[in-house]
């Protein structure tokens, strides 16, 4: 187990930028969210979890498909990044839900060039939760605080050093290019990254038994259940805009002079205008339907197209929702009544 | 599709067609600007394309024209009040467009073969079933299917689309064709009555039959019922849903009812897979 | 008897003798710092009803979206719901019956005496941005603590601005039943100068620019301050108008930048300044520093405060020949 000390860190990152953009937690008005950094100091390094989604370096709330000149009417497609990306201290549950993400940009191997061409080009330097917050949940859904599913380079903070281990072939490469910083674990250390990893386990005090529940809402459309929870909800976007595995998105054109662009931007199943069509239809007319919509999304068809929850349990809806509708209280809800 | 499935392929405008009397319905004849996109664009009735109109968008439609015409893209567009339907109806013959797709899946034009055909539509929607129809009666394909019913219907004589080509339907001797109208005005002399009426009438049993109804809710509500009564499997009646699709590849989440999303696994159903989902749509 | 269980009598009998068909009030919350709204439809129920300093959701916002889904209904009798109700509550209350969207006989008032809302944000900055496990008000004192720490604040401290300014919380505009209970705690009351607002106007156009820069090129359009407020109640807003579109699809500055404004602008003389947007937002943004601004203008040029008397016109209903004319001309 090779070891990075904590006074050593500021020169890691630096080795980095030299081949990389990096990205990290930094604090942007108020906030904690993952930004390129210009130098080391920027980093923030206590943080239970970044406030927005890191998803959005792969995903970004806008951008532009597209421009056309319409004296020339050919589609142009904007410069793809040619620098290769590290993202610094990304959580485990945030890793995971790129891979939730892959596999919908990925559908039936029709591949989405632009967040491939972002996630190809980046490689993943998880940071272990030591610290979970009481809304985390991420046991609850497959994963846990230390899992390295998703990591191409995992992190372990140790009360003076880092624990650094390199989990794929991407991950080696980097591993490799930092060696000269890296010393081997101590017998009190490797203890230490044993407990440090047991421990973090049993922090996370937030449990909700899903077992079944995927099959068990394939019958439960109808049910009297859904009556109760859209009532508190006032249909604003801030659970999914902050959601790490919601990934909807409308398609609009701007048009300036001669010149138009396609953007594409994030939507949220929330608002009523999300399945509004030009006749004046709207399948999903009520707020009942649309929480139940995004219920069933993330606990039912994601299972059933994908084989996996779209949940990763980092609580981050729980934390954010202006009326506190906790996911998990629907969810044990859901578990609780008879479908 | 090409590399980038969200690029539409450049096409001009060849010829407009007004389709009705409101003029709300108009048929646009697309030719590609470069051959190798048209070599791509590799279709089957039924499915759907995105169609761009610069600064405006893109919108959803079935393509009207067959696989078997070559060199024209055909789509019949109904001016629903939406921004790129609008946008479009503007747009004279000359004009540079783009067109995304194909997208989604089709009617199941092998599996049907040595099949009775019923074609049942209603109004603006007969848009894929001409596809549809224009492919199972082209010289290469008709030996395949048995008998080939048209029902097709609209709410005025006006309002009927595709006019000219009706007439030729009805004088070929391999196609029982009913057109009817809800209401008849003093020139009509075809059929008055709703479509799943007629349908009624004209369709007894199944007969090894496969059915495609396309047309407003209420018409397909009220057909349906016909053909199970006929004697049609669920698994046998097909029709098209609508919904508001925007990427066309099954990512930006806006077309599902319940796991399935109209722009993937549709828009083509069958009823037995329609009863299987929630009733949003 | 303290203010939750004379607010939970109350709700009992509203509905066991059959005058209201549904409360609407505050339920635990799954956090230490907040509540959630409650329906409670059966005397049974009422116990689930709670009161305390986290109660922050303006529940207006949920009585007419209630009273206008039941009255789509046909044949239906006509919905009466009993609301627990604190000033700001009942101040949004009077602008929507002022402006048609509430009839004052739908509403069954449950007057509650408040002595100020703790603000999230403020509570969080205590604490160090640390994460909150526990937070206990006593008195004059609240307790924050979480893993390895507790810290005793200064309830003052933590108050929401619009807390602060608000004068007499107990004396409601409208009420029916009234909770004659008290807390032992008094907030303090701050005079309202509008400094801040008169600070930022001396501010250069420039000046101006980036602060609102600043502040807003954060915003992620997730509309939560629009759906917060109980005055926002358009069936169509212009940020989702599609023909003609008013706004892009972005986050960049220009699409935030006409959001945020024209929704601030919809408030003139309409915003109760309850603090339902700012505490509402994801991202912490000075929601209130805007609408502030009209609500001076509202109070400066007109003399115009909202939320007093269900009886009067609304502002920008009324005109009167005295009214100064200033604003629609050049600034000097």
Known sequence: ?339 | MGINPYTPYPVTIKRVVVENEDKDIKSFELVFTNPEHEKAFNYLPGQFAEISVWGYGECPIGMASSPTEKGILRFTVKKTGGVVTTALHNLQPGRQIGVRGPLGNSYPVNEIKGKNIFIIGGGFAFTTLRSLLTYLIHPDNRNNYADITVIYGARSPGELIYKDEIALWQQRDDLNVYITVDKADEHWDGLEGFVPTIAEQVIKSWDNGVAFVCGPPIMIKFTIPVLLKAGFPPELIYTSLEMRMKCGIGKCGRCNIGPKYVCKHGPIFTFAELQQLPSEY | MSIEQNIREISRKLLSDGVVDLIIGYGQGTLPYATTPVFIRNADDVEQLIWNPCCTNNLALYVRRELEQANKKKDARPLKIGVVTKKCDAKAMVELIRENQLKRESIVVIAVPCSGMLDKAKLHKRAGDRELLRVEVSGSEVILAGRGFEIKVNRDEVLRDNCLVCKDPESLPIADEIVVEKDDYKKPYVEDDFSDVKEHEKLSPQERWAVFRAEFENCIRCYACRNACPMCYCSECFAECSQPRWLGGSVELKDVLFFQIVRVLHQAGRCVDCGACAAACPMDLDIRKYTRKLNYDALNIFRFETGVSPDDKPLLATFSIDDTQEFITEPE
């Open chain 1, 1 to 339: 187990m090779k070891l990075i000390k904590k006074n050593r860190l500021k020169d890691f990152l630096n080795t980095l930028m030299n081949y990389y953009d990096v990205f990290a937690p930094v604090l942007k008005h108020k906030k904690i969210r993952f930004q390129k950094i210009s130098t080391p100091e920027e980093v923030i390094l206590e943080y239970s979890n970044t406030h927005n989604k890191p998803t959005e370096l792969f995903f970004p709330q806008c951008e532009v498909l597209f421009e056309v000149d319409l004296k020339e009417n050919i589609p142009e497609q904007p410069p793809k990044p040619d620098k290769p990306v590290i993202v610094f201290g990304i959580r485990p549950c945030d890793a995971r839900s790129l891979q939730i993400l892959d596999k919908v940009f990925h559908w039936d191997g029709v591949d989405d060039p632009y967040y491939f061409a972002r996630r190809n080009n980046a490689i993943l330097i998880v940071m272990g939760c030591t610290e979970p917050r009481s809304t985390c949940f991420c046991t609850s859904v497959g994963s846990g605080p230390m899992d390295h599913n998703g990591a191409d380079l995992f992190l372990t903070e140790l009360p003076e050093a880092y624990a650094i281990e390199p989990v794929s072939e991407k991950g080696k490469a980097v591993f490799e290019q930092v060696n000269d910083l890296l010393e081997d674990a101590t017998e009190g250390e490797l203890k230490s990254l044993a407990e440090l990893t047991r421990r973090a386990e049993q922090m996370i005090d937030s449990e909700v038994n899903l077992n079944g529940l995927s099959d068990k809402l394939r019958g439960m459309f109808d049910h009297p259940v859904w009556d109760e929870f859209h009532l508190s909800c006032i249909g604003c976007g801030t659970c999914t805009y902050l959601c790490p595995t919601c990934h909807c998105f409308d398609i609009l054109d701007e048009k300036k002079g001669n010149y138009v662009r396609r953007i594409r931007f994030w939507d949220c199943c929330m608002y009523p205008y999300f399945t509004l069509q030009s006749s004046g239809h709207n399948p999903r007319p009520t707020q009942k339907q649309r929480v139940r919509q995004r219920v069933m999304h993330k606990f039912q068809y994601f299972v059933e197209n994908f084989g996996e929850i779209a949940c990763v349990g980092c609580g981050r809806c729980i934390l954010n929702c202006p009326v506190n509708l906790d996911i998990r209280s629907i969810l044990k809800r859901l578990m609780e009544v008879k479908g």
